[in-house]
């Protein structure tokens, strides 16, 4: 683990740490990775060793328990995917876009520390004995399909990757496992799903949810395996068919255990069901039960909009197609509570990826600048979606709410949960236009 930064105030500059030094071990612990130096470094006393310049240096430190040493690691490598699924979201981007994009990671440190899907197909015996031996739970695992047959043409394999035996492991050693099905029609539905769904469920409660997600399909598909698209029609017949399916399970276990994402619902154009549905919402980073807390959020902070503007403004609501009449139901009655404040929504198209992608956290900066452009100028604060923009503040293609503000003229704001802070900014936003640099 070689170091990137230091904090001027942390003990690593006390002891004289430099930028490149490499963390070799804490305790005799050998530091592979930020896992290793995480689970060893929160102690009272510890012996670290610094290799530096070819040499190595050893410091015994006294600190606070819950201290850690103040610095910075580079970024590790974490493993390349070796499967070829042919509906990978990854090779259906549009090229000209950042590096990182295009990485097809498939990582369990990845999905301890940031919740991500991996496949386990290139997991070793080794892998496994140290998530069991770290605690590394819970973990998030892509399986799709139980059937070997359609498992090996959907990862793009031909070997028994011997999933169940390692997830059966896995449980056995109290590791807590997530689950996602990319549900594609013709290929891993109807009798294929329902069997890997009871096949699911015999690792319960290890095996402790299951999220089943529309397949997505971009324009940018030359030359890979042609899928069919999700319709209306077919998520108006799947979504009783998993409802029958967790009624058996809230009567065995008391909850549903198999999940639909928030995608299915909008699709077939039915309300979304209630809270107590989702149970603990395991699955918000699939978009299960995403939208219903949102609902609670505008619920909870009902009174927010309720006192009048200083003066009258305009809000122009920027989403995607799918979310637009949830939005248009629920979020402008909302926000127009204040008499003084009027609201636009736009859904926006998907241009960047196609019309059929039709979720808010796939649109692009070019599209939300395009929808900006055409806007009647009247608006005094365009509203975007929490999810558009990702760690660093990017849009897929690299604009930021300042580019982004530059390039339109206009005031944005990104929606992160608190409506006080879009009331503030509503408020404030004084002028309708600002002047492009």
Known sequence: MYIKSIDTGGIGNVIGLQKGDEVISINETPVRDVIDYQMNIFEPFIHLRVERSG?????????????????????????????????????????GLRKTLYFHDEDYRLSFLHGSY??????????????????????????????????????????????????????????????????????????????TIHGLEKLYPGVRSIAVIPVGLTKHRKGLVQFQPVTKEYAEKLIPEIHKVQREYVRQ????????????YFKAGRRLPSLKYYDDFFQLENGVGLTRLFLKDIKRQKSVFKRPLPSPKRVHILT??????????????????????????????????????????LLSGSDFIRAINEDDGESDLFLLPPNCLNFDGLTLDDETLDSMMRKTGRRLMQYKGDFEEVRKAVANAECRSMKKT
Request: proline content about 4%.
């Open 320 to 361: 995607g197609t799918l979310a637009y009449p949830v939005l248009v139901e629920h979020l402008v009655p909302f926000l127009e509570q204040a008499e003084s404040i009027t609201v636009k929504i736009t859904g926006i198209v998907n241009e960047f990826y196609g019309p059929s992608i039709d979720v808010s956290g």
């Open 118 to 195: 991996f496949t386990l197909n290139n997991t070793g015996r080794k892998d496994l004995q140290r998530i069991v031996a770290q605690r590394l739970s819970p973990l998030y695992i892509s399986v799709h399909a139980l059937d070997r047959e359609v498992r090996n043409f959907l990862f793009g394999i031909k070997r028994d990757d011997k999933l169940l035996e390692k997830m059966r492991f896995l449980v056995e050693n109290n590791i807590e496992l997530h689950t996602q099905i990319v549900l594609c029609p013709g290929i891993n539905d109807k009798d294929i799903l329902h069997d």
């Open 55 to 95: 040499g190595v240096l050893e410091f015994d430190i006294k600190k606070d328990e819950n201290e850690d040493l103040g610095v910075v690691f580079e970024e590790i490598r974490y493993r390349h995917c070796g499967s070829k699924c042919p509906f990978c979201f990854i090779d259906q981007n549009p090229e």
């Open 253 to 264: 276990y008391g909850e549903r255990f198999v999940y639909l994402s928030d995608e299915w």
